[in-house]
């Protein structure tokens, strides 16, 4: 095989949690009286939540202190983590799943890479807490994409070097963090198209065709 190990993002591209943290921002942004859309949302893909609300507050006439920033991205995250509540294994998708379990049978050490604090919490919800062999998140790093940082402490994990793994990501900063660390790269999703990356996946399952 041309990898010893993948590295999965977690949002959007093993589960779909988009809509979830849209609707979260979007009621803080409301409340804040800022313009904010499903097409300002995708900047945020794979940007930590405190680079995220920058991001937001970019829109905003007023400036902030760093404690009511602090505020805002822990009510963001209080009602976040109420809509996860809302998952279960039933919000993995079938083609999803299958893939998964087929790669489970082979010797490749399988791993996330997220910049998500919630990632525990994620993979508990949808039946996954004991599924990879590591899992490097936003709580263990304290740089996020498109820094490689948390893909680094991945390969890391599963004693690999980038080189001999393949980071599956669906945002531009996840694939330029991929590049930046050494690793390769297949693209889905929002970010499927970027030229950046080796490989370019209509669907989860087309993984198959890179493994070689
Ligand atoms: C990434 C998401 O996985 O995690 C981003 O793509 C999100 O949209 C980031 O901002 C941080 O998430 P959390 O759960 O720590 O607020
Ligand atoms: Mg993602």
């Known amino acids: 095989m041309k990898y010893r190990g993948i590295i999965f993002d977690l949002d959007g591209v093993i589960c779909s949690t988009d ?15 800022i313009p904010f859309d499903r097409e300002r949302n995708n900047l945020l893909r794979g940007v930590s939540r405190m680079a995220s609300l920058d991001i937001i507050l970019e829109k905003s006439e ?15 995250n209080t009602l976040y983590r109420q809509l996860l509540k809302r998952m279960s294994p039933a919000d993995l998708s079938d083609d999803v799943k299958t893939t998964l379990d087929a790669l489970r049978k082979t010797d490749l050490k399988l791993a996330i890479g997220s910049s998500s604090k919630n990632t525990p919490f994620i993979l508990e919800r949808i039946g ?12 263990c790093i304290t740089r ?29 900063a996840g694939v330029e963090a991929a590049a930046a660390g050494g ?8 970010a499927r198209d970027d030229a950046r990356a080796n490989w370019h996946l209509e669907r989860f399952s087309d993984l198959s065709k890179c493994l070689g």
């Open 19 to 33: 809509e979830y943290h849209y609707l979260a921002w979007k009621a803080l942004a409301d409340r804040l009286g």
């Open 62 to 76: 007023k400036t902030y202190t760093d404690e009511e920033k602090a505020a805002f991205a822990e009510e963001k």
């Open 183 to 190: 690793f390769d790269c297949a693209a889905m999703g929002d």
């Open 128 to 139: 996954l807490s004991h599924f990879f062999d590591a899992v490097a998140d936003g709580n």
């Open 144 to 172: 996020s994409k498109p820094h490689p940082e948390v893909f680094l402490k991945a390969a890391e994990m599963i004693g690999l070097s980038p080189a001999d793994c393949l980071v599956v990501e669906d945002a531009h």
